[in-house]
């Protein structure tokens, strides 16, 4: 009889753990449930079938190269950099620093450098790509700008330590993405950061040497928003 009893119990415990682990498993599945219809819901009440305004803006931002020379106001600026500030970063270091720079006269010194260094790099285009550098060296000679586009405002993104190269360029997406969202034109100038062998103007950003320039972002009112470029299908593997 003992034994029997025993046997009793040790099965109750069994049903009961059973029963305790099918209740657990119920939650979870409800509460993924849960979360998969305020997930949706959210996304109703965001657009529903059409594109959520953060899509729209990826969709629809362009490169922008014809400004305006209207000012943009200060706290626009100022906002546009905090939503870079608020990129992801490696460990969350937050490597960067901005400088933005809307002086006429460091704008003029920072065409003088950039353009005879641009040159050079594009030197190989010459014998690899006759056309496309006589279309560039065209454009050069017909711009008064052919590096910052005279955008009113160019926004050095400094980084530095381990997870810049990470994380910079995201402040930088951040900042174009959030441009746009306000009515405003950007581009990534990657010629725009061939400034570093003029001293006076490192010494304005207050470049030091373990620091790396990202961007700069120009930005500014669009004179001319250019149509989309055509874009290829995305590789996706699924497994």
Same mark, same amino acid.
């Given at each position: 009889m003992p034994n029997s009893v025993t046997k009793a119990n040790a099965d109750c415990e069994k049903t009961f753990d059973s029963v305790d682990k099918l209740i657990l498993l119920v939650?979870?599945?409800?509460?993924?449930?849960?979360?998969?219809?305020?997930?949706?819901?959210?996304?109703?009440?965001?657009?529903?079938?059409e594109m959520t305004q953060i899509l729209k803006s990826i969709n629809e931002r362009r490169s922008v190269r014809e400004y305006e020379s209207k000012k943009v106001p200060k706290d626009m600026i100022n906002a546009i950099i905090e939503a870079g500030n608020e990129a992801p970063s490696g460990m969350n270091s937050q490597p960067w620093?901005?400088?933005?720079? $809307? &002086? %006429?006269?460091?704008?003029?010194?920072? #065409?003088?450098?950039?353009?005879? +260094?641009?040159?050079?790099?594009? *030197?190989?285009?010459?014998?690899?790509?006759?056309?496309?550098?006589?279309?560039i060296m065209k454009r050069y000679e017909e711009l008064e700008d052919p590096i910052y586009y005279s955008a009113p405002v160019i926004v050095f993104v400094?980084?530095?330590?381990?997870y810049a190269d990470m994380s910079c360029p995201l402040a930088c997406m951040n900042m174009m993405l959030a441009a746009f969202s306000l009515g405003l034109?950007?581009?990534?100038?990657?010629?725009?950061?061939?400034?570093?062998?003029?001293?006076?103007?490192?010494?304005?950003?207050?470049?030091? $040497? &373990? %620091?790396?320039?990202?961007?700069?972002? #120009?930005?500014?009112?669009?004179? +001319?928003?250019?149509?989309?470029? *055509?874009?290829?299908?995305?590789?996706?593997?699924?497994?």
């Amino acid at each position: 009889m003992p034994n029997s009893v025993t046997k009793a119990n040790a099965d109750c415990e069994k049903t009961f753990d059973s029963v305790d682990k099918l209740i657990l498993l119920v939650d979870k599945e409800l509460n993924i449930l849960n979360c998969n219809r305020n997930c949706e819901e959210n996304f109703r009440l965001r657009g529903g079938d059409e594109m959520t305004q953060i899509l729209k803006s990826i969709n629809e931002r362009r490169s922008v190269r014809e400004y305006e020379s209207k000012k943009v106001p200060k706290d626009m600026i100022n906002a546009i950099i905090e939503a870079g500030n608020e990129a992801p970063s490696g460990m969350n270091s937050q490597p960067w620093r901005f400088v933005v720079v $809307e &002086d %006429e006269a460091l704008h003029k010194k920072m #065409i003088e450098t950039t353009v005879p +260094n641009a040159k050079k790099i594009l *030197e190989h285009v010459k014998t690899s790509n006759p056309d496309r550098y006589q279309l560039i060296m065209k454009r050069y000679e017909e711009l008064e700008d052919p590096i910052y586009y005279s955008a009113p405002v160019i926004v050095f993104v400094v980084g530095k330590g381990p997870y810049a190269d990470m994380s910079c360029p995201l402040a930088c997406m951040n900042m174009m993405l959030a441009a746009f969202s306000l009515g405003l034109g950007s581009c990534w100038v990657q010629f725009g950061s061939l400034v570093t062998d003029n001293k006076e103007i490192t010494d304005s950003l207050e470049l030091k $040497e &373990d %620091e790396k320039i990202f961007g700069p972002i #120009i930005m500014g009112y669009p004179r +001319n928003i250019p149509e989309p470029p *055509e874009k290829r299908a995305p590789d996706i593997k699924w497994l």
